[in-house]
């Protein structure tokens, strides 16, 4: 019965103000929840009490940030905002008897808008880029994807720089309706914008713009937009094209094509590169002069650093100038995919310094970089110093795409001194047979005697005594009177004479000092 009585209202007022109303949101709305649809919000702000009747809702309708109305509604009720939006209550209450009895307000409210048209507007070009005197097709595509009907349609195209302009126009256009220069076929013939492409000193990119307008059944003004852009080239054009597909270790070669469509002679400046993924064998800079409907070409070849596909070249570069302005143009950049297996090699060793008698675990290991299998061969030497303990010096094994081989031996070092490892030669071969060697780093060791510590503790000792008997020795002397009178030299060193009770001047403990702190200096500095 209620929703009867709601569309009844509602359906009254669309009569009786004629109104078209479009999109629509709605939801059982609780204290301060909200329901949206374009720019309005529509808010449950507030509820009368339990004990209260009729029993109503306020209700906050906002535009934006903007507050716009604030209206207490009780079941049924309704209002409308200058025919552009409007609100309606189809439900307040505060018990919900089917769910758990609980005391909670709700109202269940419908928001909509009036149903206004919009024209979408799609602008497609033909090419991305034309070349001086091509024909150029546009197509505009408009449909009307609002809910109301669209009247007095015009659409302008335009385009910047002014290549074209052009104006379109129609009576009407209904919600759904794709605007069709010819309805009388079965096809929808959209409408269609050709010209010729004007010659222009240099690369220039064109912008070409759609603009709509129309008019709601109301009489309001609606506008829209659509636009898209091409290039069009100058009287340059730069090719710049190579094999799809080369081997990787072998050279493949990379040729420009420079072609001169206008009507006056250009000195053009070349430069190019081979980018991080390839290397020239030249230098990739020219100077040439292209008359009028000629063209000129350079070649050179590269090699690539890595296999690996999608490798790109990067696009070349031209310049000329026309009436004292500089121009540039650019070619395409090349992809290339490169094909055959890359093998890396490191090599290690577990100590760089020993002592004399001790073993060096070596380590190498040979990984397959690149994308195709290969069949890698290592032959270790041991160097003449050294002795081999335990592992395998030789190996040869398949590798395909990533996977690492490795050759572990250990080496004992008798005898002390500097010694080297020499690299290690390594030689793949791919699937045709050809074959690559590469070396790994060179290691160094240093064997040190293991008597060389002990040694070095005996002298250092040994010196220290000499270093305490030389200054006691060059300690100063004076003479002292004993009791019995006898003049006698005594040695500065602090010491008390045990005989006759003599005891020695009071300046030698002095004089015994400084050279007693020299010695323990020297001896503390050998061993830190």
């Known amino acids: 019965m209620m929703k009867t009585l709601f569309a009844y209202l509602l359906l009254a007022s669309m009569i009786g103000t004629a109104v078209e109303w479009g999109d629509r949101a709605e939801g059982e709305l609780r204290w301060g929840e909200t329901i949206q649809i374009d720019e309005y919000s529509l808010e449950a702000a507030d509820f009368t009490p339990e004990d209260v009747t009729p029993r109503m809702v306020m209700l906050k ?26 609100v309606v209550a189809e439900e307040v209450r505060v018990r919900d008897y089917l769910l758990d009895e609980s005391v909670e307000p709700r109202a269940k409210v419908v928001l909509l808008v009036r149903a206004v048209p919009e024209l979408r507007v799609r602008v497609v070009s033909d090419e991305d880029a034309y070349q001086a005197g091509d024909w150029a097709k546009l197509e505009i595509e408009i449909e009307n994807v609002g809910m109301a009907k669209a009247e007095e349609v015009q659409i302008e195209v335009t385009s910047e720089p002014a290549i074209f302009n052009s104006k379109y126009t129609r009576s009407d256009l209904s919600p ?10 079965k ?25 709509a307008t129309y008019l709601d059944t109301e009489g309001d003004f ?17 090719n710049k094209y190579t094999e799809d597909t080369i081997k990787f270790g072998k050279k493949s070669f990379v040729h420009l094509t420079l072609s001169n469509g206008g009507n006056r002679t250009l000195d053009v400046e070349l430069s190019d590169s081979a980018g991080r993924d390839f290397q020239a064998d030249t230098a990739l800079k020219w100077k040439m002069t292209i008359p009028p409907g000629g063209a000129q070409t350079a070649s050179y070849s590269v090699s690539s650093k890595k296999p690996g596909e999608g490798q790109i070249l990067p696009s070349a570069e031209a310049t000329y100038s026309l009436d004292g302005k500089v121009y540039k143009v650019t070619s395409t950049s090349p992809a290339v995919d490169v094909i055959g297996p890359l093998v890396e090699v490191e090599k290690e060793a577990s100590a760089k ?66 010694f080297e490892i020499p690299p290690t030669s390594v030689c793949y071969r791919d699937d045709d ?50 009791q019995d009178g006898d003049e006698r030299a005594s040695i500065g060193t602090g010491e008390e004479d045990a005989e006759d009770g003599e005891v020695p001047g009071e300046g030698s403990f002095f004089w015994a000092l400084p050279a007693l702190i020299l010695i323990i200096f020297v001896t503390l500095d050998r061993y830190l």
């Open 61 to 86: 309708l906002r535009k934006g940030e903007e507050l716009i109305a604030t209206r207490a509604l009780k079941s049924g009720d309704s209002f409308s905002l200058d025919d552009e939006v409007m």
């Open 176 to 185: 759904g309706e794709v605007w069709d220069e010819d309805p009388g076929t």
């Open 187 to 211: 096809e929808i013939d959209t409408i269609e914008e050709r010209f010729k492409v004007p010659s222009v000193p240099g690369p220039e990119e064109v912008f070409v713009r759609a603009h």
């Open 222 to 238: 609606h506008e829209s937009w659509g636009g898209t852009s091409f290039d069009l080239f100058g009287p340059l054009k730069v």
């Open 353 to 418: 310094s020993v002592k004399a008698g001790e073993e060096v675990t070596v380590t190498l290991m040979a990984k397959n970089v690149g994308n195709r299998r290969t069949k890698a061969s290592v032959e270790e030497t041991v160097p003449a110093w050294a002795r081999l303990t335990s592992g395998e010096t030789e190996l040869s094994q398949l590798l395909l795409p990533g996977e690492i081989a490795t050759l572990m031996y250990t080496i004992s070092c008798p005898e002390a001194g500097s």
């Open 433 to 482: 047979g050809t074959a690559c060697t590469l070396e790994s780093s060179r290691l160094r060791i240093n064997v040190e005697d293991e008597d060389k510590d002990d040694l070095t503790s005996t002298n250092e000792s040994e010196e220290s005594r000499s270093l305490l008997e030389e200054a006691a020795m060059s300690a100063p002397r004076e003479n002292v009177i004993g």
